[in-house]
T-cell receptor
Framework: AQKITQTQPGMFVQEKEAVTLDCTYD???????LFWYKQPSSGEMIFLIY??????QNATEGRYSLNFQKARKSANLVISASQLGDSAMYFC????????????????FGKGTKLSVIP | EAGVAQSPRYKIIEKRQSVAFWCNPI?????LYWYQQILGQGPKLLIQ????????DSQLPKDRFSAERLKGVDSTLKIQPAKLEDSAVYLC?????????????FGPGTRLTVL
């Protein structure tokens, strides 16, 4: 079974509008972390936001926020006030064993969503 | 602070040839990762080093791929011999160490084309 599922291969959003990128995950480990990365056409993976499984509040970083619904195992990324520079691939990733100190700390990535911001 | 450096940025080889990639992590970062990203997919971990020891290489095709991290700093990833399906971007990442919040910093990647 897929550990990270991103069901939207591509999304379009008008500049200055908000957009939600979907991510669902599958794990039996109670301790895990969820990450979102942005990958522009240049290829480098840029960290955006992190949510721990025991965090009480939804994570926010500037224009990025994470809509964490633990019971539904979803961790959607919300980008507010989209900018042209937001056009890129977006990847959701999970690391299991985040709090236990165990595990290899590897990230398991989804297949990504290509976001295009329209002027 | 300098980021993760990788070279070369692009490489084109013929199948059955050998190729090597180099990575210099962020100074002081104990943990180093090599990922393979095939077109249209997310990155997949190949190998993880903690200092100069291997933590996880369960997804590394050991019959053709090898990696080393001498002195716990720079790392090289080698493919010998290459196959067509090895065409991908090879990403190197590093992180400060084994802490609960473990953001990984990625390099620009090496794009390999096997003909």
């Amino acid at each position: 079974a897929q550990k990270i599922t991103q069901t939207q291969p591509g999304m379009f959003v008008q500049e200055k509008e908000a957009v939600t990128l979907d991510c669902t995950y599958d794990t039996s480990d109670p301790s895990y972390g969820l990450f979102w990365y942005k990958q522009p056409s240049s290829g480098e993976m840029i960290f955006l936001i992190y949510q721990g499984s025991y965090d009480q509040q939804n994570a926010t970083e500037g224009r990025y926020s994470l809509n964490f619904q633990k019971a539904r195992k979803s961790a959607n990324l919300v980008i507010s006030a989209s900018q042209l520079g937001d056009s890129a691939m977006y990847f959701c990733a999970m690391r299991e064993g985040a709090y236990s100190g165990a595990g290899s700390y590897q990230l398991t990535f989804g297949k990504g969503t290509k976001l295009s911001v329209i002027p | 602070e300098a980021g993760v450096a990788q070279s070369p940025r692009y490489k084109i080889i013929e199948k059955r040839q050998s190729v090597a990639f180099w990575c210099n992590p962020i100074s002081g970062h104990a943990t180093l990762y090599w990922y393979q990203q095939i077109l249209g997919q997310g990155p997949k971990l190949l190998i993880q080093f903690q200092n100069n020891g291997v933590v996880d290489d369960s997804q590394l095709p050991k019959d053709r791929f090898s990696a080393e991290r001498l002195k716990g700093v720079d790392s090289t990833l080698k493919i010998q011999p290459a196959k067509l399906e090895d065409s991908a971007v090879y990403l190197c990442a590093s992180s400060p160490g084994r802490v609960s919040y473990n953001e990984q910093f990625f390099g620009p990647g090496t794009r390999l084309t096997v003909l």
